[in-house]
């Protein structure tokens, strides 16, 4: 399945990669609305790893949607908490939008006046696409941080777009060559063109959701050489999750990197940060594919073991205990 469909930006708006703009129905774009209609009224309540959830779903859900809906936020709630360590926030409401088609999505997050998604779904939609699904996981890995002034949507977007592939394959749910895939079919959509005057004001597509990943990446590596393999950006990000508890909060983007680079006793994130945010800088994917023992044959994602990174590429998508 090709994934990353659609976007979704931070401000409610939400865009189809291919087709024009195109709005939410106004009732479902306001997270006040939400928070007030999940208040009077929600159709499933769970638990898992330490987050409370609560489902609004509208469009006449039939006993059948509910089950599926439900088995398919706890299968994207159990990637996120393989990943954090626990589920990202305490308190989660959820709207899900039923309509008549076949696909998930669009879906936007938000983090007042507490954390908030609305995602649309299709009643027709196959098991297997909802089992595959990536937006669900997406919008969880958006619950985990803080959120940042709009200037650095490209830092919360590249996270979760970094996050997510490797969240479910950890528990599993994707293979280690899927995850890796994104980095050398879709990364390279990230370095900047012509013009670019680094992430922080360059608002493109390409480098917001593939420049930010392309950034995590760049932290996952120095944090990894830095530390002498003892420590991963995962740490980093368990790091910041528990400290600012989500998305309810809101930091700088020196205040994140600060505490991410605390826990892992380093300064990968913040100097990234600072190289990146105000000048295009192109990053030599090739070299960084070929240390980490990722190649592309004969339309197959192979892995060499005796790559440099061999070691960080493995324990990525390994489960990691819990810190
Ligand atoms: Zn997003």
Redesign the pocket.
């Known amino acids: 399945m090709k994934r990353r469909r659609f976007l ?1 930006w931070a401000g409610g708006l939400t865009i189809a990669a291919s087709s024009p703009l195109r709005a939410i129905a106004p009732s479902d774009d306001d997270p006040e609305d939400i928070f007030n209609r999940l208040k009077q009224s929600t159709e499933l309540r769970f638990a898992v790893a330490g987050g409370n959830i609560s489902v609004a779903i509208a469009g006449n859900a039939s006993p059948l949607d509910k089950l599926r809906i439900e088995a398919w936020v706890r299968r994207g709630a159990s990637a996120i908490s393989a990943y954090f360590g626990r589920f990202s926030v305490e308190n989660w409401g959820l709207l899900v939008t039923l309509n008549d088609g076949d696909h998930i999505g669009p879906a936007t997050t938000w983090g007042h006046p507490s954390s908030i998604t609305h995602i649309n779904l299709g009643r027709n939609v196959s098991d297997s696409a909802l089992r595959d699904d990536w937006v669900m996981v ?1 919008e969880m890995t ?1 619950l985990a941080l803080p959120r940042v002034p709009q200037r650095s949507a490209w830092f919360m ?1 590249g996270n ?1 777009t970094y996050v997510e592939p490797i969240a479910r394959a950890q528990r599993g749910q994707l293979t280690p060559q899927e995850v890796w895939r994104w980095a050398v079919d879709d990364m390279p959509k990230g370095q900047p063109r012509d013009g670019d005057e680094g992430l922080d004001h360059t608002h493109t597509w390409g480098r917001t959701y593939w420049g930010g990943a392309m950034y995590w990446l760049l932290a996952e590596i120095a944090i990894y050489k830095s530390s002498g393999g003892r420590y991963r950006l995962q740490d980093a990000l368990r790091a910041i999750n528990r400290k600012s508890g989500g998305n309810t909060s809101f930091w700088s983007v020196e205040q994140t990197t600060f505490v991410g680079d605390a826990a892992v006793h380093g300064n990968a994130l913040e100097s990234l940060y600072r190289a990146q945010k105000d000048r295009p800088v192109t990053v030599d994917l090739t070299d960084v594919l070929q240390q980490l023992g990722i190649s592309e044959v004969d339309g197959a994602i192979r892995f060499d073991d005796r790559a440099p990174l061999a070691g960080l590429r493995r324990s990525v998508t390994t489960l990691r205990a819990p810190t």
């Open positions: 979704q997406h958006h977007e979760a």
